[in-house]
């Protein structure tokens, strides 16, 4: 073990009791789900109708939440009334269903006088819907101070979202607003109450605090282990969404939307995307690459699941062309109707990209490496310079009159949706994303059963979390080791592994090679 090395792990062991967060809903094995990556690969119809039920459940759970929608949507109703802002925040997933939000905003409201009323940040700025800031969100006085930087005043509203309900960096900023505003701040988060406040003493203060009002919005267990980036934010976008964008209508059409919108979801049939999951692990296996093109419409939710895939399987991530990248992503975002990437950054957001110019972290969230991430009319001749044998296939996701078009080598299918609300469109397609994309790497190996074997620990939580599933898999061979030695040896074994392959497993595969030595086997 290098110095390095041990440092860091005894750094992590320093604080991590804050992060011991196995107890959580949202940590936990989904008992429905324990043997989706078989699925995936041997049975494609059942994987997607498992995922398919989770996700109904979601928005039954949505259906019963209507009188907190309604509450927040008078208290985001009143606040616009009387000229005050609208901030939505979050970290990740959250952070970017936070920039979704506003987006949608920007689309309903485009040259209204009220069009700039609504402000969304995340952690690490806008360079961190394509590229995750490591150990920012591991902050609470980042999440504090951008949102001072955000131009948060006294009267503005605040809705903090966070899947787990225990991430500092938006705690961080739901405890600013609390002392900045006379209206109190929104907590928004899955897990229980009783949970969160016996696993991590941040959340027991959010909760206790009359300042702040919560929003419970537990649905259980996750998909895939972990990976809130699925059932909790989609709760999350779906409650901050409706009580955002239907801010202005009676409740009872609001209820009656929500209740259409349960029937539709419940009643559709997504069986249509295996062939879609099929071809694109294919290439994926025939080293071949996928460009997914789009629009400003739709380019949001497109992004969103194509970069959350990266830190989820530890897949390379979205390459920067200022930084010289020359290992390709296996999926990239194609704006073909953008010119430049500059267009491309202002379509996709319907603003212009907000960054963080901070000299004390090093140009991470500039924008100098915000404009790398160029996913204009350019990508496809970029990549090609990058790899000359490359073979780049187009996958179009179009958002038609009468709902969504798919189209890939020839295979096209119309998902109808009757909703008016680009809000439902795009729920609709995120779980339709959320699902193709899991199932594409449940082919590919990238998990097992429901447990995310191939996590990227960027961050405490993260390293917590695979020392847990280490752990797991240890005893499943009937080793067993303290939490301080696994997390020593998963700190050496993070200086070696390359970032695109499985830190869970190769941490087991050492720590099972050195017990045989042990053993004389």
């Known amino acids: 073990m290098s110095i390095e090395s041990n440092e860091k792990a005894e750094a992590f062991l320093s604080v991590s009791s804050q992060y011991k967060l196995g107890k959580l809903i949202t940590e936990s094995s989904h008992p429905y789900t324990r043997n989706l990556s078989y699925l995936a690969s041997e049975n494609l119809p059942e994987a997607i109708a498992k995922l398919k039920e989770l996700d109904n459940h979601v928005i039954q759970v949505l259906s019963e939440k209507k009188n907190e929608i309604f509450y927040l949507k ?62 920012f969100e591991d902050f609470p006085r980042y999440g504090a101070r951008q949102l001072q930087e955000s131009g948060f005043k006294d009267g503005d509203l605040l809705i903090g979202t966070t899947e787990g309900g225990e991430t500092p960096f938006v705690i961080g900023a739901v405890e600013e607003a609390a002392l900045i505003s006379r209206r109190k701040p929104f907590f928004l988060y899955c897990n229980p109450d009783d949970i ?25 267990p996750m998909a895939v282990t972990g990976s809130t980036r699925m059932q909790s934010s989609t709760i999350l976008l779906a409650v901050a969404g409706i009580a955002l964008l239907y801010n202005e209508s009676e409740n009872e059409y609001i209820g009656n939307e929500i209740d259409s919108f349960l029937n539709f979801w419940i009643s559709s049939d997504i069986s249509f995307i295996g062939k879609f999951i099929t071809m694109e692990t294919d290439f994926y296996k025939n080293d071949e690459y996928l460009l997914y093109e789009t629009d400003n419409r739709l380019g949001i939710t497109v992004i969103t699941d194509t970069t959350e895939r990266s830190p989820t399987f530890s ?23 953008c010119l430049s990437v500059e267009e491309a ?60 078009t798919f189209i890939l080598e020839g295979e096209d299918h119309l998902f109808i949706t009757p909703f008016s609300s680009p809000l ?16 594409v790497m449940g082919r590919l190996g990238r998990y097992e059963g429901n447990i995310m074997t191939y996590l990227r620990a960027s961050n405490n939580k993260l390293i917590d979390r695979a020392i847990r599933y280490i752990d797991m898999l240890l005893k499943n061979k009937s080793i067993s080791l303290s939490y301080r030695e696994l997390c020593h040896i998963l700190f050496e074994m993070l200086e070696i592994t390359p970032s695109d392959q499985s830190i869970v497993m190769a941490t087991v595969d050492e720590i099972e090679k050195r017990n045989n030595i042990i053993q004389g086997l």
């Open 74 to 135: 008078e208290v985001i109703n009143e606040t616009l009334k009387t000229g005050y802002n609208i901030y939505f925040c979050g970290c990740g997933a959250t952070g970017r269903l936070s920039l979704t939000i506003e987006t949608l905003w920007r689309q309903v409201h485009k040259g209204d006088a009220i069009e700039n009323r609504i402000f969304s940040f995340m952690s690490g700025g806008d360079v961190a819907l394509i590229r995750s800031i490591e150990n």
């Open 196 to 220: 969160l406040c016996e696993v991590a003493e941040r959340s027991k203060r959010v909760i206790l605090n009359t300042a702040i009002e919560k929003i419970n919005l537990t649905v259980g």
């Open 315 to 337: 897949l390379l991530p979205f390459e920067n062309a200022n930084e010289k990248e020359v290992n390709l992503s296996l999926c990239y975002l194609y704006m073909p109707q």
């Open 345 to 404: 950054w202002e379509n996709l957001l319907w603003r212009i990209p907000r960054t963080l110019e901070w000299p004390d972290i090093n140009g991470i969230a500039s924008k100098d490496r915000l404009m790398g991430f160029d996913f204009s009319s350019n990508v496809y001749s970029r990549r090609e310079q990058i790899r000359k044998t490359i073979k780049q296939h187009r996958f179009k996701i179009a958002d038609e009159q009468h709902g969504l």
């Open 424 to 439: 439902f469109k795009h729920l609709i397609l995120k779980m339709i994303l959320n699902t193709h994309s899991t199932l």
